[in-house]
């Protein structure tokens, strides 16, 4: 129809420039925040071939059976899909250009993830992640590295009063078998209570029923099996390693013994930041260990962990907690009235550019008051006027609009290279 107005796809949502500056201001403290601990961006395409993601996350997961964006691209009848999760092509690209040849690997990517959910608040078809790989690394140490900097990211955030952390172990091969099978002869014996997800997963991927957000199901749940009860020496001393860790660095945790992760990937330990001002979807960071899944992919066998953070829970954390800042405006807005200072804008906008400062220069015309609204509207520091008088005299005026910068809140006529050294100031001061 010709006529209907044209509309974003369902639960993707554009990012508009008035919400740009806590994004940015969030994706620059996480790039600081990796740099300090020695990580490496990794970027890889927004769209695979559908095996990876049923090879690495299973079959039998929410995502694999059910949020998953899968096509068939028509020009060769391959079967691809919009990324739902960062690990599995992160893996991939390591095993295909053969990354861990010569040791670890530490490892982060961003970006944009799809999943066809019911879209509700905290709940997207299109949201982001920053996710975090630490690849070939065996030992506990980097479990508890995982552990230490996720904290640290939510001190820096200013939401380390709102975030707890919960973790489990969900052991080796052996102890999960074992656990397995007690866990299928319990919900066996409650097959009334099963819903319709529980009751298919009974023996393709029993484990996943304890991840159900079925409330109904939550005291079988509660009374079923623990994982950690079934832990083997090894898987034991591993769980005890982190936790002893966590003492060490004096963040506080809950072992929760129900929390398994709705993907398949994952052994010994899990863990998820959660919070409970978010309403029911709390969860901002989540991941653990998942030693089996490089050689799954067909490399060669090696273990890792990691972990990945939801972007769009976290800002609206902040902003719950009143972190979010402000939008950032340019150093300077040029205003400029009459026809010969029109002339000029262009060429003192494009000095004060060399001279390091950002500016807007005022374009439209209009009279000067009209024009210094559009300035302080601009969240600019300094108004610079440029009208007829300045323009013949090779000067402009200055005016602070945010705070004094040399205790004088005047305007003031200079020449406009000495404009540009009391901007600089002002900005590097940052006295406004
Ligand atoms: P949930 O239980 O909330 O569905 P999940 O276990 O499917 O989460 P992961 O695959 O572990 O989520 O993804 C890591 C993080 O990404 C989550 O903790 C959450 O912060 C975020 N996330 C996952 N799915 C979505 C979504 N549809 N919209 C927004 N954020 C999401
Ligand atoms: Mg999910």
């Not at 790039?31 to 890889?44: F, K």
């Not at 039998?60 to 990324?83: A, C, P, Q």
């Not at 739902?84 to 530490?106: M, Q």
């Not at 991941?287 to 490089?294: H, K, P």
């Amino acid at each position: 129809m010709a006529n209907e107005t044209l509309r974003a796809v369902r639960g993707m949502n554009d990012i508009l420039p008035a919400e740009i500056g806590v994004w940015q201001h969030f994706e620059a403290t996480v790039r600081a925040w990796l740099a300090s601990y020695g990580y490496r961006e990794l970027r890889t395409p927004i769209l695979e071939q559908t095996a990876l993601f049923k090879r690495a996350i299973g079959e039998v997961t929410d995502i694999v059976e059910k949020e998953m964006y899968t096509f068939v691209d028509e020009l060769n009848g391959e079967s691809l899909t919009l990324r739902p999760e960062g690990t599995a092509s992160c893996v991939r690209a390591v095993i295909e250009h053969n990354l861990i040849y010569d040791g670890g690997k530490r490892l982060w990517y961003q970006g944009p993830m799809f999943r066809h959910e019911r879209p509700q608040k905290g709940r997207y078809r299109q949201f982001h992640q920053i996710g975090v790989e630490a690849l070939g690394f065996a030992g506990p140490d980097t479990d508890i590295e995982h552990l230490l900097m996720t904290a640290r990211l939510w001190r820096l955030l200013g939401i380390g009063e709102a975030v707890t952390l919960e973790i489990n172990s969900l052991g080796g091969v052996e102890s999960r078998a074992r656990h397995r099978a007690k866990l299928i002869s319990y919900l066996e014996a409650h097959q009334e209570i099963l819903d319709e997800d529980a009751k298919r997963r009974l023996y393709s991927n029993p484990l996943r029923i304890l991840d159900t957000k079925n409330p109904a199901l939550r005291a079988l749940v509660e009374a079923a099996p623990r994982l950690i009860d079934e832990l083997d020496a090894a898987a034991r001393a591993h769980f005890d390693a982190v936790c002893a860790g966590l003492d060490a660095a004096g963040i506080a945790y809950r072992i929760n013994p129900r929390l398994v992760r709705g993907l398949d990937y994952y052994n010994y330990t899990v863990f998820e930041w959660v919070t409970d001002r978010l309403g029911a979807q709390g969860t901002v960071c989540a991941g653990g260990r998942f030693d089996g899944l490089i050689e799954q992919l067909g490399g060669k066998s090696a273990p890792a962990c990691g972990f990945a953070m939801g972007i769009e829970r976290l800002l609206a954390l902040m902003a719950e907690l009143g972190q979010a800042g402000s939008a950032e405006g340019p150093d300077a807005y040029l205003v400029n009235v009459g026809d010969a200072a029109a002339r000029r804008a262009q060429t003192v906008a494009e000095t004060l550019r060399d001279g390091g400062l950002s500016v807007v220069l005022h374009a439209g015309g209009g009279s000067f008051k009209s024009q210094m609204k559009k300035a302080d509207a601009s969240a600019a520091r300094y108004a610079i006027i440029l009208g007829d008088d300045e323009v013949a005299a090779g000067e402009v005026s200055l005016k602070a609009l945010r705070g004094a910068a040399w205790g004088d809140t005047q305007q003031q006529r200079v020449p406009l290279q000495a404009a540009v050294e009391l901007i600089k100031q002002g900005v590097t001061n940052g006295n406004l």
